[in-house]
């Protein structure tokens, strides 16, 4: 997947739901993205009962394991949002922190992810608190 970076974190959301292991490797760059991507998919699929294995240049996922609904975090990252937002559409009440962070590049991605759909992907989202002012008194 060297060549094809940004389609990990979504092959990765459908390797979920193959039979069998997939492994992603040569791409120890995407450590280096909006967030450790690698690290990301592998943290946030294991919350909902995935079996992932972080290796040091991809993962190792077993597929067709029982998933079960969690707060699981976007980590400020619009690629891995977008992904949770696959793995939606069979785990629902999936609640995801910072859904809004897909706005870097796709600021209308869940009007028009839900507009595919006969009904909308329940997907929940957790928004940051805003930080208080530094000069607030």
């Keep these: ?3 094809l970076p940004d389609m990990v974190p979504t092959l990765a959301a459908t390797a979920l739901f193959a039979g069998g292991r997939t492994i992603i490797r040569n791409v120890a ?3 280096h993205k909006e967030s450790d991507r690698l690290r ?3 943290s946030e699929w294991n919350r909902l009962g995935a ?3 972080e290796l040091p240049d991809g993962l190792a996922i077993e597929g067709l394991r029982p998933l079960r609904p969690a707060l699981v975090h976007a980590h400020a990252d619009h690629r891995i949002a977008m992904s949770l937002a696959v793995v939606a559409l069979r785990v629902p009440q999936l609640c995801i922190t910072d859904p809004g962070c897909v706005e870097k590049s ?3 991605f869940w009007y028009h992810w839900n507009s595919l ?3 909308p992907t329940d997907v929940r989202g957790v928004y940051p608190r ?3 002012s530094a000069t607030a008194g």
Excluded: C, G, N, Y
Aim: proline content about 10%; charged content about 40%; overall charge positive.
């Design 40 to 42: 990301a998919v592998a």
């Design 106 to 108: 796709f600021p209308t």
């Design 130 to 132: 805003p930080r208080a």
């Design 29 to 31: 760059h995407l450590r």
């Design 117 to 119: 759909q006969d009904k």
């Design 1 to 3: 997947m060297r060549d």
């Design 51 to 53: 079996r992932i294995e």
